[in-house]
């Protein structure tokens, strides 16, 4: 059953990699993945303190946190289906898997009927995988400038999931570089087993499940 002390490892494994590229440890929020995780892992991690969670599916999302809503900071990590927008609109504090025209324009006729705004992350598939969300590398200018000028969104930062073969820095390289160009200084990249490379490469974010909660049986 995970405890404090995986909590405590993490922020202490994050402030370390913060403070060794000359950052400041508050710069960086942990997003606990939860998702998939029984309630009896995720309830300990919740009572020591963490408050950031994240969530692949809009409905388990919703099941586990509804009760608990006020208590916590969601952020919706997995593919996003245009027919969810509604209910992720409603239930997310920030959407990380933006990544195309259809669902742009879903999350912005949402957004205005509800009056409620999400912060959105762009998702860009970095390492071109074509099993993969996100958009390419070459189309994510052009579609940063489409949500300013034709949905009136106005992106956080970017996130990226690289490919698990291949040295994820050069990965987090680029996301920064194509976030800096087009005026972006959020990045929501790094998991559990590259987070603190994710960090010396500016992570503000990062997305930490198994080194956390432990491996899924």
């Not at 409620?116 to 189309?139: D, F, I, M, S």
């Not at 820095?169 to 790094?190: Q, T, V």
Request: proline share 6%; with cysteine.
């Amino acid at each position: 059953m995970s405890t404090s002390s995986e909590l405590d490892s993490i922020i202490d494994r994050i402030a370390r990699a913060a403070e060794g590229c000359g950052r400041v440890p508050d710069e960086v929020t942990l997003v606990a993945v939860s998702k998939l995780q029984p309630w009896e892992k995720v309830a300990p991690i919740l009572a020591a303190g963490q408050t950031v969670f994240g969530e692949n599916r809009v409905q388990e999302a919703m099941s586990r946190w509804s009760e608990r809503r006020d208590q916590v900071e969601l952020h919706l990590i997995g593919p996003l289906q245009t027919n969810k927008s509604r209910e992720a609109v409603a239930f997310f504090d920030v959407i990380e898997t933006l990544d195309r025209d259809r669902l742009a324009r879903a999350l912005a006729d949402e957004i205005q009927k509800q009056g409620r705004a999400p912060r959105l992350y762009v998702q860009v598939n970095t390492g071109e995988e074509p099993q993969k969300a996100g958009l390419l590398p070459a189309q994510t200018d052009g579609f940063i400038a489409d949500l300013r000028r034709q949905y009136g969104l106005e992106p956080e930062g970017l996130m990226c999931i690289p490919p698990v073969n291949e040295p994820a820095g050069p990965h987090f390289a680029l996301l920064a570089k194509i976030a800096a160009r087009n005026g972006l200084d959020r990045l929501s990249m790094g998991m559990s087993d590259d987070f603190e490379t994710a960090i010396r490469f500016g992570a503000t974010s990062v997305r930490v499940g198994s080194a956390l909660f432990g491996v899924r049986a």
